[in-house]
């Protein structure tokens, strides 16, 4: 795809601007997207710096008393300009920095792991039953029992099924 400004080289750069709710895209060379906008000097360092540097959750809540690894030694700090965590202990040491930051990126911080259709059958449910579980307490919360009561069928059909593979029915 060719610059829609200058026609002339290749467009690597996609603008996407919503100003009082109207969209416009713009394919771009490099030089043409740094004239039109010289803010657009975008890099992946700086953009997960700019991640690193917002946390509302962090506002509220006092400072983690432990700032660096007590294995490595890294901080925070060191973190933050590198994007590297110095060993495995520095997910527990600084956790509490890094948990709302990884929350953000990958909506949760718990690894899950993909679980194959054909291996994962029991271990599928469980999880299917684990959600479901949630969105049971939060429909209980707003009040919406009759979804709940479907939800909560929906689980002991489950739990049903998962007990008559366990007892090898």
């Not at 700019?50 to 890294?74: I, N």
Request: aromatic share 4%.
């Amino acid at each position: 795809m060719l610059c829609e400004r200058c026609q002339e080289k290749q467009a690597t750069v996609h603008v996407t601007r919503i100003i009082n709710g109207e969209k416009t895209e713009l394919n771009l060379c490099q030089e043409c997207a740094r004239e039109i906008q010289p803010q657009l000097k975008f890099s992946i360092p700086q953009f997960l710096a700019g991640l690193l540097d917002y946390d509302p959750d962090l506002e509220v809540q006092a400072p983690p008393a432990v700032e660096h690894c007590r294995e490595c030694g890294l901080t925070y700090e060191q973190f933050h300009q590198t994007g590297r965590l110095g060993c495995p202990d520095c997910y527990h040491y600084l956790a509490p920095r890094l948990d709302p930051l990884i929350r953000r990126l990958q909506g949760s911080s718990q690894h899950r792991g993909k679980v194959p259709r054909r291996a994962g059958g029991n271990l599928r449910v469980r999880r299917e039953i684990e959600k479901l579980k949630a969105q049971l307490q939060q429909l209980v919360q707003q009040e919406e029992f009759e979804k709940a009561a479907r939800v909560r069928d929906q689980i002991r059909d489950l739990e049903a099924r998962l007990g008559k593979e366990a007892d090898g029915r």
